[in-house]
C-alpha cells in the first residue's frame, strides 16, 4: 500500500494540487458541451480523433497505484527492469485483440462490448456478463479511490471522506456533464501531465547526484538493476519471466484490451475499426515506454537514497517514490508532481464510471429503456453515472473503516480484473464455435468465477495467471458442454436471442 509522509505541505503546492482538480473538472465541462444523446455521451457520436483515444486508453490503464508502486520494482533490494516483460507481453496481447477480437466489434454497429453476446449467446448471458463487469468494475475502482484519497488525506491532512468526496465529484463531474467526450479529452490531459510529473522527478533526481547520469548508470550496473531478461522456463515462487511475461501478459491485454468495456468503449469511439486498430496497437508501446521511465525513476531512488540518505534504502518501494516527492523536491514541483499522481488516478475514475454507466443502461438493463425517448435515456445514463459514483465512493469509505489497507486491498484489486479474463473465455467461444445455448455459456462463467475465487483464495499461484486460468474455464467448461448436448443429439448452436 502506498503511504506518504505524515506531515502537511506547504499551502502554495496544496493551491496547485487545488487548482488542478479544479481546473481539469471545468476543463472538462467545457470540452465536453454540446452533448446531447446517448450516442454522445457514451460514444462521442464517434467522432473523436485516434490521437485521443490512444491516449485515453493509455491514461485509463495508468492509475496513481501504477504511478508510485512501479517505481518500487526497481527500487527495493534484487529489483531490475524485470517488469517490462510483462510489458512485452501487453503488446503481443494487444496484437491479438486487433487481429482476432477487434472484428467483432465492427461487425455490426455495438455500442458495448457485450453487445456481441446477445447475438451468439442471448439476452441472459449478455446480463450476466454486465453484471461481472459492474461488480468487479465498482470494487476495483473503488478501492482505486481508497488508496488515491487516503494520499490525498496525509499530504493535505484533510478527513479522509472529505478526499473521497473530493476526487469522485472531481471525476465525476465532467464524466456526468460532458460524458465520454469530455472524459478522453481528459484523460490526454492528464497523460501529459504524469509523464511531464514522471520525467520532472527523473530529472531532479539526476541534477542532485554528484556524480549526474555516470553515477546513475554505474550504481545500476553494480546492484543488478540493469537486468531486464530472465530466462528461466519454470520460475521460483511467482516469479517473474520472459515466458511468463509473453504468455501472462499477453492473456492479461487480451483480457482487459479485448473483453473490458473499460477499454473496449474507447475502440467503439472510433470512426472505423482501422482508427481504433491504430489506437490500440500503438498504446503497447507508449505503455512500454511509460514503464521505462517509472523504472528508471525507482533505480534513480536507490541511487539518491544511497548517496544522501541511507536509512531510506529500506522502505517499503511501494513508499519510495512517494517519500521523495514529499520530503526531497522543492516548493512548487511537490505540487506538480503530487498533481500528477491525482492525475493518474482522475483519468482512470472518470472512464469507470462512464463506462458503468453505459455498460448498465444498455447491456444489464431491461429492453423497455432502449424504446424510451432519447432525452429520458440520457437522463438514464447520467443518473448512472452518479450511481456508480457514489458506490465506488462508498467501497473507499468501507476499505478504510474497514481497515483493509493491508490485507484485503491487493486481493481484491486482483479478483477485480477476473471479469475481463472470464467474458474472454466466452468471445473465443464465439470465434471457435459461434452460437451457443446462453444456460451453456452461464454455466461457463459461472463455472470459471467459481474456480477462479478457490484459486486466488486457496492456493499460492501467480496473479499473473489468473486471466488464463478464467479464460480457460469458461472457455473449456462452455465448449465441452456444448459438445455433450451435441452427442445427446441436440443442437448446442442454439440461443435463445429472443429473451428479454
Known amino acids: 500500500m502506498v503511504i506518504l509522509a505524515t506531515l502537511a505541505i506547504h499551502p502554495i503546492d496544496v493551491a496547485i494540487i487545488a487548482a488542478y482538480i479544479v481546473g481539469t473538472s471545468l476543463l472538462g465541462i467545457w470540452l465536453g458541451k454540446g452533448g446531447n444523446s446517448t450516442n454522445d455521451f457514451f460514444l462521442g457520436s464517434k467522432s473523436l480523433p485516434t490521437w485521443a483515444l490512444l491516449l485515453s486508453i493509455v491514461a485509463t490503464e ?4 501504477t504511478f508510485l508502486s512501479v517505481p518500487g520494482l526497481a527500487f527495493k533490494e ?11 507481453g501487453y503488446i503481443v496481447g494487444r496484437v491479438l485483440v486487433l487481429v482476432f477480437l477487434l472484428p467483432l466489434y465492427f461487425r ?10 446477445q447475438r451468439n449467446f442471448g439476452s441472459s448471458t ?13 470494487l476495483g475502482d473503488g478501492l482505486r479511490l481508497f488508496l488515491t484519497a487516503l494520499a490525498l488525506q496525509q499530504v493535505m491532512q484533510l478527513p479522509f471522506e472529505v478526499s473521497v468526496a473530493i476526487l469522485a465529484i472531481a471525476t465525476a463531474l465532467y464524466a456526468l456533464l460532458g460524458g465520454v467526450r469530455s472524459v478522453v479529452w481528459n484523460d490526454c490531459l492528464q497523460f501529459g501531465v504524469y509523464m511531464a510529473g514522471a520525467l520532472i522527478a527523473l530529472t531532479v533526481i539526476l541534477i542532485r547526484l554528484p556524480g549526474g547520469t555516470d553515477q546513475y548508470f554505474q550504481f545500476a550496473s553494480e546492484t543488478g538493476r540493469l537486468k531486464l531478461f530472465d530466462l528461466k522456463f519454470l520460475p521460483d515462487h511467482g516469479h517473474l519471466t520472459l515466458w511468463v511475461g509473453l504468455l501472462g501478459g499477453a492473456m492479461l491485454s487480451l483480457a482487459t484490451h479485448g473483453a473490458d468495456q473499460l477499454i473496449v468503449q474507447r475502440y467503439l469511439c472510433a470512426k472505423d475499426q482501422r482508427s481504433a486498430g491504430w489506437a490500440l496497437f500503438w498504446s503497447g508501446p507508449i505503455v512500454f515506454v511509460q514503464f521505462v521511465l517509472f523504472l528508471a525513476i525507482g533505480v534513480g531512488l536507490a541511487c539518491y537514497f544511497t548517496e544522501f540518505d541511507p536509512a531510506k534504502v529500506n522502505i517499503p518501494g511501494d513508499q519510495a517514490l512517494a517519500t521523495f516527492i514529499v520530503g526531497e523536491l522543492p516548493l512548487g514541483i511537490r505540487g506538480i508532481i503530487l498533481a500528477a499522481v491525482f492525475a493518474a488516478a482522475m483519468s482512470t475514475l472518470s472512464s469507470s464510471v462512464n463506462s458503468s454507466a453505459s455498460s448498465m443502461l444498455q447491456d444489464f438493463g431491461r429492453q423497455a429503456w432502449n424504446q424510451l425517448p432519447d432525452d429520458r435515456r440520457l437522463r438514464l445514463a447520467r443518473g448512472f453515472t452518479l450511481l456508480f459514483t457514489l458506490s465506488q465512493a462508498a467501497v473507499a469509505i468501507i476499505a478504510f473503516r474497514g481497515h ?35 444456460v451453456l455459456a452461464n454455466i461457463g462463467l459461472l463455472t ?21 486460468i478464467c479464460c480457460g474455464t469458461s472457455f473449456g467448461v462452455t465448449v465441452v458442454l456444448g459438445y455433450l ?8 448452436r442454439v440461443a435463445s436471442l429472443e429473451e428479454d
Open 448 to 468: 470459471g468465477a467459481l474456480v477462479i475465487t478457490l484459486v486466488a483464495f486457496q492456493t499460492n499461484i501467480s496473479g499473473y495467471w489468473y486471466s488464463l
Open 404 to 438: 483493509f489497507a493491508d490485507t484485503v486491498v491487493n486481493q481484491a484489486l486482483a479478483i477485480a480484473g477476473f471479469s475481463a479474463g472470464l467474458l474472454l473465455g466466452l468471445f473465443f467461444v464465439t470465434l471457435v464455435i459461434g452460437r451457443v445455448s446462453s
Open 78 to 88: 534484487g529489483g531490475n527492469f524485470g517488469f517490462l516483460q510483462l510489458a512485452l
Open 126 to 138: 449478455r446480463r450476466l456478463a454486465s453484471l461481472f463487469f459492474l461488480i468487479a468494475r465498482t
Open 62 to 65: 495508468t492509475s496513481t497505484v
Open 485 to 492: 448436448v451435441a452427442l445427446r443429439g441436440e443442437n448446442p
Open 108 to 117: 455490426n454497429e455495438n455500442a458495448t462490448a457485450y453487445e456481441v453476446f
